[in-house]
């Protein structure tokens, strides 16, 4: 865990998102999601959110590909994809 706190306290503040940064298109697996929820504690609009089933919900109109959420994701289960 200390990676992760690492990450929430460094390079994946919210105050240094960069939505610049765009490289593609984010892309959900739920297959391979483990219902940590880390990834709703980084996106910074609120594209992601918790589905009834504990899973994730991605509302693609409101992301901003800043990466955080796949950069955190401990699974792979949120990539980034080119478009
Ligand atoms: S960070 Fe990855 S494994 Fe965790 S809830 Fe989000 S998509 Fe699932
Ligand atoms: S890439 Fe999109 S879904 Fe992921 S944290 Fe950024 S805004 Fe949220």
Redesign the pocket.
């Given at each position: 865990m200390s990676k992760i706190r690492a990450l929430l306290s460094g390079p994946l503040k919210r105050e240094k998102v960069q939505p610049e940064r765009t490289m593609g298109r984010?892309v959900y697996d739920r297959n391979r999601c483990t219902k940590c929820h880390l990834?709703l504690r980084?996106?910074?609009?609120g594209?992601?959110s918790l589905a009834d089933d504990g899973f994730i919900n991605?509302e693609d109109e409101?992301?901003?590909?800043?990466?955080?959420?796949?950069r955190i994701c401990p699974t792979g289960a949120?990539r980034m994809v080119k478009e």
């Amino acid at each position: 865990m200390s990676k992760i706190r690492a990450l929430l306290s460094g390079p994946l503040k919210r105050e240094k998102v960069q939505p610049e940064r765009t490289m593609g298109r984010v892309v959900y697996d739920r297959n391979r999601c483990t219902k940590c929820h880390l990834c709703l504690r980084v996106c910074p609009t609120g594209a992601l959110s918790l589905a009834d089933d504990g899973f994730i919900n991605l509302e693609d109109e409101r992301c901003i590909r800043c990466s955080l959420c796949t950069r955190i994701c401990p699974t792979g289960a949120l990539r980034m994809v080119k478009e």
